[in-house]
Every structure is written in C-alpha cells, then in structure tokens.
C-alpha cells in the first residue's frame, strides 16, 4: 500500500503537486531495500530515476515503477538505482550527527557497561568499508579519547569489504580533497601526513585498523568474528534480499557482544527484519541495539 | 528549590496577570469554529480573519505551506478556507495567534526555536495521530501546537527563575521538566495547567498542556496526552527540541506514554518508529522555514 506522503514536495520554493507514482517509488525502495527518502529528499529521488529512465529510454515514473516491479531484470534495476541514490556518500566524518552519538553516548555507556570486565579491549567493526574512509574515522575516534575516557583502554577496529580494489585503495590510506572535506584542521593536522597535494592517514591509526575481503553471507568466516562492541553497516545491506538480510542481521547479533551498538547508514532501517535488534533514538539519529532475546518474526 | 520558594512562585502564577489574553480576533473565531461543520458559514470566518492584517498574511503562509497539504498557491482567506476546510483554518488561525503570546523582554530561550518546537509538535502529532488510527485524530494538532504554553506563563510571571531552569537544562542536556523540578519545584507542565484554566480550554486540552510529561499518570483523555508526550520527544530527538540536544538515548517501546497509547491504539504495537522519525527530516526543514517567514510577518 502506498502511504499517504507526510508533506508534499517542492519545487525552487513554490509548491507542485507531485507525480504519485514518486511515492510509490519510495515505498517501494523501502520496502525492498529499507533506505528511505524523505519528503525533502523526493525531488533528488525524481532526478536519480530520471537518469535511469533516460539509460532505458522509459518515459513516465509509472513505467520505470514497472521496470522495478515486474520487468524480469528489475533486481539488477534496482542495485542500479540504489547505487544512484547512495552515490558520493563515502568520505571521512560522514554522519557527523550519529559519530557524535557514538563519542557522546554509546562509547561512555560501553565503556561504563564493560568497567568490571578484566579484559579492556574494544573492537570495532567497519562492515563494507569501501575505500577506508569509516574505520579510519572511528579509529580517530577512539584515538582522541585514548588519554579520557578511553585511559586504560586499547582497540582495533575491523574493517571489510568484498571489492579488493576498495580495499587496496583502503590500505593506500591516501585521500583527496573530497574525501577529508568534512575533516577539522586539528584532525588533519592530528592524523594526516602529506602526500604531494593528497592527504595520508597516519601510521597510528593505520596500526589500528586491519582490513580484510569478506563476504557477509559467508557463514563460516562470519561466525568466526565475535566480542563486538560495535558495528557500522552503512549503506550495504540496502542491496540485500530478505533472506540475506535476515541472514546477516542474525550473523551481525551473534558477533557483538550483549547491548553491542549496530549503526546503520543514514535513513536505513531493519524494521520488518528482526526483532533481534531494538531501535535506539539518539540526538539527530538512531542505531540498533542487540538484544539478548530472539523471537519469530510475524510481520 | 525550597518549598516556601516553590508555593511564592506557583502564587504568583495563580494571578497570571501578567500573561496577555488570546488575541481579540482569536477568542471569537474560536468560538465560531468550535460549532458544528456544516453549520459554518465561509463568509463569517473569512470576516473574523480579515479583521488582523498581520494574522491574514500569517494565515496565508501557512495556508500555502506544504505541510498544510497546498500544492497550488492560495491568494485570499477565503481561497484557503474553500481549499483546506475549516478545521485546518481553526489550527492555522490559532498557529498563528500563539505566535503573539510570547513576551517582550529578551530572555534565554529563542522563540523562534520555541514555536519550531510547537509547531513542529504539532504538525507530528497530527501525522502521527493519523497514521496510528486514532479517533478523533483531528484534536492532536491544536493540543500539541499549545502543549508547551506553561513555558510562556512562566516566561511572563518569573521570567529569571525560569531562565535559570533553561540554562541548566540547556548546560546540562536534559530534559526541561527536569531542570524545572530540580531549580524551580515544579514544572511547565504545571503553570501550563494554571493557564490553560485561565484561558478555559477543554478538558482535553488542559490535560495534554498539564500531562504531557506524566501520560502514565493522567486519568482521563489519556490518548491525546500519550500522543502528545512521544511527540514532544520525537520533535525533542530529531532537532526540533529548545535548541539544544539532549544527551540521551530512548527507546520509544520503553517509554511510559507508549504503555499509555498502545491501549488506545493497539496498531503502535507495530508502528514502523524508523520510517516516521526519517519522515521527521522534512518537517525539520519545512517548520524552520516557515516560523522564520511568520516572525517575519509579525
């Protein structure tokens, strides 16, 4: 069913009344994917199909509804769109909003949580790292809290991806302007070295982030990973089936650790995938919980 | 704060001379539109808004925002009064009457921030109510839009202590009411009630200004006051709070005024929390946009 939109799109500052099928187009990808698009983010949507509909020479949003609902290559359609949707999103400091829950809020509580444990060792996981961007970030994280809260502590910081050439470049640890646009002079200045007109991440949060090619639905090598505190999953299980998702989720739960934090990418949602996970709202964002209970799913 | 300080302030609320009365336009339209539906004449309420120049320009503001549902451009009173029905007149009127209410003198909090937060309140409780299958869903946008006017009572009648209460919530990162109940002994929720007696609002309402942040304990019209108070932390959560974020995690399953509704409205059970809080981004945007343009209009 498609629901009603909360309010309507604009256009340059002046109201239109929207094409429906936008609508559609946005249940739909929610449904299948559980990324959601805003009504301030539906003219951008517009634009994004508009691109695909060119490529496939469709005219209208109703058919390119059908190119992704009953056209036989409509899976393949949808990667392709979903790739459109998240396009440009990786660089350092991505979601300022939800890194500072983590350094405000999570952290502070897992560190309270594991106080009375003897081993204080934290591990991280950066779950489809594509080019390094994100673990180098909590690894920057964690490193500014080494001498406060984090006294004491040590961590690592897991990250994998399936693409061997992201994770080369990952390794490199050698960016462009576009990927540190968000990054402070201090940081910069903290954990950045020159490299001709591009900047290298340093040796000491290279130590702290091992990287590895991992494919999430590999059940053997998933179940190997454990003691968790912490997994970021952005923008990856979006192109995940229900199965595969239900089977990843279930995998990311036995890897963290009981009341382990699962962060997903902005406007991504597990509703409707487990009940393993309760939604937690923190300032300007949400992440995911594990809970020590597993039920059925009936939806 | 002691007691004897608390019962000095709580006096000087029960005058509340001080806090102006709603706008002489308002009261009337109210009045009017309180009556049944199809008893309404257009004329007579497009004459009661045209007796404020400044509320008719605030009125077609918000009678073209899309978050009133306009996709084509509304240009006199009686246009909006055709296109979105009396009803949402009587909450876009009274959008923007509230904006009058707020007292001259500088104090701590922005109101501009603070009608956000109403308004944004308001327009969520509205979707919400909707979405959830609530009866009567249509009362939720007035008692959310006015949840918050015990703020605007305290800000007339103690002005410095209450801006105490603030600094620390804001210093602090909690809760208001919190910040109220440790500084002043009490909360907005209470000079709200005092106000809304005042004023004489329904039943209805003056439990959701007094109870929002007690849904658990609230005898009657527990519904709207439940809706209002998750509202009120979702807006509060999602950047629409009094301009500071509270340092907290919730987890809206947990929270009282969840128990509360769910009894009314046994569809939140599965209510997709998720999808509705990424609703919230448009309405962040929209809301800022639209009591900047309404201040402007004052």
């Known amino acids: 069913?498609?629901?009603?939109?909360?309010?309507?799109?604009?256009?340059?500052?002046?109201?239109?009344?929207?094409?429906?099928?936008?609508?559609?187009?946005?249940?739909?990808?929610?449904?299948?994917?559980?990324?959601?698009?805003?009504?301030?983010?539906?003219?951008?949507?517009?634009?994004?199909?508009?691109?695909?509909?060119?490529?496939?020479?469709?005219?209208?949003?109703?058919?390119?509804?059908?190119?992704?609902?009953?056209?036989?290559?409509?899976?393949?359609?949808?990667?392709?769109?979903?790739?459109?949707?998240?396009?440009?999103?990786?660089?350092?400091?991505?979601?300022?909003?939800?890194?500072?829950?983590?350094?405000?809020?999570?952290?502070?509580?897992?560190?309270?949580?594991?106080?009375?444990?003897?081993?204080?060792?934290?591990?991280?996981?950066?779950?489809?790292?594509?080019?390094?961007?994100?673990?180098?970030?909590?690894?920057?994280?964690?490193?500014d809290n080494a001498a406060g809260l984090l006294k004491g502590w040590t961590f690592e910081v897991l990250a994998t991806d399936l693409n061997e050439r992201s994770l080369e470049h990952a390794e490199s640890a050698v960016y462009g302007d576009y990927s540190v646009r968000n990054v402070t002079p201090h940081l910069r200045q903290k954990y950045f070295v020159a490299q001709g007109d591009r900047l290298q991440v340093n040796a000491l949060i290279k130590a702290k982030v091992s990287f590895s090619r991992l494919n999430l639905v590999d059940h053997a090598?998933?179940?190997?990973?454990?003691?968790?505190?912490?997994?970021?999953?952005?923008?990856?299980?979006?192109?995940?089936?229900?199965?595969?998702?239900?089977?990843?989720?279930?995998?990311?739960?036995?890897?963290?650790?009981?009341?382990?934090?699962?962060?997903?990418?902005?406007?991504?949602?597990?509703?409707g995938v487990t009940d393993d996970f309760r939604l937690m709202h923190l300032p300007l964002a949400t992440a995911y919980v594990k809970t020590n209970k597993s039920k059925p799913l009936d939806r | 704060m002691a007691a004897i300080a608390t019962q000095a302030l709580l006096k000087k609320l029960d005058g509340l001379d001080r806090v102006p009365t709603l706008s002489v336009v308002l009261e009337p339209l109210l009045k009017y539109l309180e009556q049944p539906v199809d008893s309404l004449e257009v004329h007579k309420v497009v004459d009661l808004i045209a007796q404020d120049k400044s509320l008719t320009a605030q009125c077609l503001h918000l009678a073209n925002s899309p978050l009133?549902?306009?996709?084509?451009?509304?240009?006199?009173?009686?246009?909006?009064?055709?296109?979105?029905?009396?009803?949402?007149?009587?909450?876009?009127?009274?959008?923007?009457?509230?904006?009058?209410?707020?007292?001259?003198?500088?104090?701590?909090?922005?109101?501009?921030?603070?009608?956000?937060?109403?308004?944004?309140?308001?327009?969520?409780?509205?979707?919400?109510?909707?979405?959830?299958?609530?009866?009567?869903?249509?009362?939720?946008?007035?008692?959310?839009?006015?949840?918050?006017?015990?703020?605007?009572?305290?800000?007339?009648?103690?002005?410095?202590?209450?801006?105490?209460?603030?600094?620390?919530?804001?210093?602090?990162?909690?809760?208001?009411?919190?910040?109220?109940?440790?500084?002043?002994g009490f909360t907005h929720c209470e000079s709200g009630r005092l106000l809304a007696e005042r004023w004489h609002f329904n039943t209805e309402l003056t439990?959701?200004?007094?109870?929002?942040?007690?849904?658990?304990?609230?005898?009657?019209?527990?519904?709207?006051?439940?809706?209002?108070?998750?509202?009120?932390?979702l807006c509060r959560m999602s950047g629409m709070g009094y301009g500071?974020?509270?340092r907290r995690q919730v987890n809206f399953l947990e929270e009282p005024a969840f128990a509360v509704l769910v009894q009314e409205c046994p569809s939140l059970e599965k209510f997709d929390w998720a999808r509705f809080t990424f609703e919230m981004e448009a309405y962040v945007e929209e809301v800022h946009r639209l009591v900047s343009l309404l201040y402007r209009t004052q």
């Open chain 2, 68 to 184: 009133f549902g306009r996709w084509q451009d509304v240009d006199t009173i009686r246009g909006a009064v055709v296109a979105l029905g009396m009803r949402r007149m009587r909450d876009i009127a009274m959008s923007c009457c509230v904006l009058k209410l707020w007292p001259g003198q500088q104090v701590n909090i922005n109101p501009v921030v603070f009608w956000e937060h109403s308004m944004g309140c308001a327009l969520v409780s509205r979707q919400f109510a909707q979405k959830i299958g609530m009866p009567n869903h249509e009362k939720a946008y007035l008692a959310a839009l006015l949840h918050d006017v015990g703020i605007i009572a305290a800000l007339w009648v103690f002005p410095s202590e209450f801006c105490t209460a603030f600094d620390v919530a804001r210093s602090q990162r909690v809760p208001l009411h919190e910040a109220e109940l440790s500084t002043l």
């Open chain 1, 221 to 271: 090598r998933m179940n190997s990973i454990k003691n968790m505190d912490v997994i970021f999953c952005c923008n990856l299980l979006i192109y995940f089936d229900l199965v595969s998702k239900r089977q990843v989720v279930q995998e990311f739960h036995n890897n963290l650790l009981p009341h382990g934090y699962l962060f997903l990418g902005h406007s991504e949602s597990l509703y």
């Open chain 2, 244 to 246: 500071y974020e509270e």
């Open chain 1, 1 to 143: 069913m498609t629901s009603m939109p909360a309010i309507q799109a604009q256009t340059n500052g002046s109201t239109r009344c929207p094409d429906p099928y936008i609508y559609r187009l946005r249940d739909l990808i929610y449904q299948m994917a559980g990324i959601f698009q805003p009504d301030n983010k539906l003219r951008s949507l517009e634009e994004r199909c508009q691109g695909r509909m060119l490529e496939l020479g469709v005219k209208t949003l109703r058919d390119y509804f059908e190119c992704l609902t009953i056209k036989p290559l409509r899976q393949a359609e949808l990667v392709k769109l979903l790739n459109e949707i998240t396009i440009g999103e990786t660089c350092f400091f991505r979601n300022r909003p939800q890194l500072d829950a983590l350094h405000n809020l999570v952290l502070p509580q897992i560190i309270e949580g594991r106080s009375k444990m003897a081993l204080r060792h934290l591990r991280f996981w950066s779950a489809g790292c594509s080019t390094g961007e994100e673990p180098y970030t909590l690894a920057m994280i964690l490193s």
């Open chain 2, 207 to 233: 439990a959701a200004i007094a109870g929002h942040h007690d849904a658990e304990i609230v005898g009657d019209h527990r519904g709207i006051v439940a809706l209002v108070a998750l509202s009120d932390l």
